[in-house]
């Protein structure tokens, strides 16, 4: 099965729970922490699965980040002109 396949599958089993723990707040009441908690669990997981399909669709070229290239020349020494010593604190000040 390819992604997009698997991901169809997915969706309507997640439908199916959907339907089924509708049915269990017709039942039960929609005020038990127990239910609520298993509507929430199944939001999380459609939203998720929503992420995923997204995700699958998104271009391989946009899920890998640009990489940058660190020159190995030491760099010029005039920036750091106006920096102080670190840890040892200013040039023309002595320490206490």
């Known amino acids: 099965m390819s992604v997009h396949d698997d991901l169809t599958a ?3 089993c997640l439908d199916d ?3 089924s723990v509708s ?3 017709q ?3 929609n005020g038990g922490l127990d239910i609520r908690r298993v509507r929430t ?3 999380h997981l459609r939203e998720s699965v929503a992420l995923l399909r997204a995700a699958a669709a998104a271009p ?3 899920q890998r980040p640009d990489l940058v ?3 190995d020349t030491p760099y010029d020494d ?3 002109i106006d920096t102080d010593d670190e840890g040892l604190g200013a040039r023309d000040r002595r320490a206490p």
């Open 10 to 12: 997915l969706q309507r």
């Open 17 to 19: 729970l959907n339907r």
């Open 23 to 25: 049915r269990l707040e």
């Open 27 to 29: 039942q039960l009441g």
């Open 41 to 43: 669990d199944c939001d």
């Open 60 to 62: 391989a070229a946009q």
């Open 69 to 71: 290239t660190i020159p």
């Open 78 to 80: 005039s920036l750091w």
